[in-house]
T-cell receptor, first 115, second 113 residues
Framework: EAGVVQSPRYKIIEKKQPVAFWCNPISGHNTLYWYRQNLGQGPELLIR????????DSQLPKDRFSAERLKGVDSTLKIQPAELGDSAVYLC?????????????FGQGTRLTVV | AQTVTQSQPEMSVQEAETVTLSCTYD???????LFWYKQPPSRQMILVIRQEAYKQQNATENRFSVNFQKAAKSFSLKISDSQLGDTAMYFC??????????FGQGTRLTINP
């Protein structure tokens, strides 16, 4: 079974340009998370989806960040326009909420460099 | 808000030795989960071990075990018979009613041959 798949793995863009990241969660997982991991730190939640509904986006900088999860499966995270401080690793994770085991499975992340 | 603190930025031990990574957390919740994740250079976070707060018995997974002290809000990870493949960043994480993982700053563990 495939794990959480993210693309691209690396992205280098100039500041003020737009960028988008894509995530395909594990089949059957109803909950999807986007985390941002700054260099030398632990990941921080940006947004959590339950099916197609964003149930926690309190940490998402809504002036430049947007996300969507159409049909409750794949998700995209977009930044427009990107700033130098957005350089980080963006991690996607998924889990099945409702069972006894709520383990979150992570993708390999997208490393974004804004120059 | 919950916070997770890992006070050891880096640790280094020889292969086959035992190493303990420290983690403390702060919460007012009574029911929650605690996790240790491993992040190798590939960047993928891999679950090492989890502990349910309502369970008094410490979780174990092969060479990995935890010392969960609920009253002290402490959750340390012990790696026995360390192997070169254990070299990675290790993150302690908390999940409560908000159903999101709150991570510590991480500990960079190096196993030397």
């Amino acid at each position: 079974e495939a794990g959480v798949v993210q693309s691209p793995r690396y992205k280098i863009i100039e500041k003020k340009q737009p960028v988008a990241f894509w995530c395909n969660p594990i089949s059957g997982h109803n909950t999807l998370y986007w985390y941002r991991q700054n260099l030398g730190q632990g990941p921080e939640l940006l947004i959590r989806y339950e099916n197609e509904e964003a149930v926690d986006d309190s940490q998402l900088p809504k002036d430049r960040f947007s996300a969507e999860r159409l049909k409750g499966v794949d998700s995209t995270l977009k930044i427009q326009p990107a700033e130098l401080g957005d350089s980080a690793v963006y991690l996607c994770a998924s889990s099945f909420e409702g069972g006894q085991n709520t383990e979150a499975f992570f993708g390999q992340g997208t490393r974004l460099t804004v120059v | 808000a919950q916070t997770v603190t890992q006070s050891q930025p880096e640790m280094s031990v020889q292969e086959a030795e035992t190493v303990t990574l420290s983690c403390t957390y702060d919460t007012s919740e009574n029911n929650y989960y605690l996790f240790w994740y491993k992040q190798p250079p590939s960047r993928q976070m891999i679950l090492v071990i989890r502990q349910e707060a309502y369970k008094q018995q410490n979780a174990t997974e092969n060479r990995f075990s935890v010392n969960f002290q609920k009253a002290a809000k402490s959750f340390s990870l012990k790696i026995s018979d360390s192997q070169l493949g254990d070299t990675a960043m290790y993150f302690c994480a908390f999940e409560g009613g908000a159903q999101k993982l709150v991570f510590g700053q991480g500990t960079r563990l190096t196993i030397n041959p």
